[in-house]
């Protein structure tokens, strides 16, 4: 019998980003491909922003790099680690020098599996600043810890709605102020927000115009947005909370998604497919690690005329849409469940191999 391999855990900066992985860990662990442990230590010897990295007990080290951006990289972590996940995997925009050990990670979403205990991820960032962990706290007290059994579940099997095309749109959006903080020194980042709000606020008036009733949409409701857009404001504040949102996902047959900021491939687009939605989309730019097609799982378009005209066809075209969401329920359990995108990345690291694992892996075809 093969021997388990272990695998420590350090702590991400930004918690939110790396519940899909972490979950995805937690589950394997509960099945005994893995064993887990969270890092104590002070501070980890490689850190992505907004990942996570694992030191596995055969010697390799492995970063998840899940920020929005396909050009930005931690160079820290690239000279440290043997294997580079990234979310936003774009060959193009790879560094020549580290092609090799950069690997698509797959779509990312935000959930998480209830038998992780808040305190052994808050622990290790207790001794780096305690506003930091209680803002992870916040985090997973929050939307992705209690949004576990509305969303397609870990533990649990939830179904993502009927598969019964109704005719009905949805595209709630984000506003972001090209004035905050975090921005305030970087011109091409506010020239990004300022374009990505105009694009989706031209959209949201367009769907409005063109399917009535049939469209739930708007942008989130705000300071920034009730200046600047109080005409397309979502009114209904729950409607865009967490769980609201994913109960109004199941309850839509087709499903926008919008670039986020630096061109990435958005989280709703990941949550679309993986709950079983006929999905729209601006052009999917990165590279993923399994068989995804457009056409099969999606639709692209490249401005608003263009995404009414993908909209009205999965709107008149019943069967189509219907035949969209079965393929991307599929999708979700063959390869979208945060169990199986982290097993890909440990079996492309050598940490498991297709025969530790046999069936779950060698079924499917990943690239």
Known sequence: MPKIPSIKVYPPSTQEHATQVIAGLDTLEAAGEIKLRFATVREPPALASHGLLLDASGGQRVVFDLIDSPRRFDEVALRQVDYYFKRMHV????????????????????????????????????????????????????????????????????SSGPIEPNGRVLFLARAWDPSASEVKSDPKAQEDRYAVNQERALLIRMLRERFGDRFTGGFSMDSFSMREYPDIVERNATLTSRPAFIESVKQHTVCIATRGLHDSVGWKFAEYLAMARAVITEKVVCEFPFPISKGTHFLEFEDALSCIEQVELLVHQCERAAAMMRENEALYHRYLRPECLVRHALVAAGILTREDIGWRYNQEVWK
Do not use: C, Q
């Open 91 to 158: 060959s193009e925009h790879l560094p020549r020098a580290a092609t090799a050990k950069i690997i698509p990670y797959g779509p990312n979403y935000s959930v998480m599996s209830r038998s992780i205990a808040v305190s052994t991820i808050v622990r290790p960032l207790l001794w780096r600043s305690l506003p930091e962990a209680k803002r992870v706290v916040r985090a997973l007290i929050g939307a992705p810890f209690r949004d576990h059994g509305a969303f397609r579940g870990i533990d649990t099997e939830i």
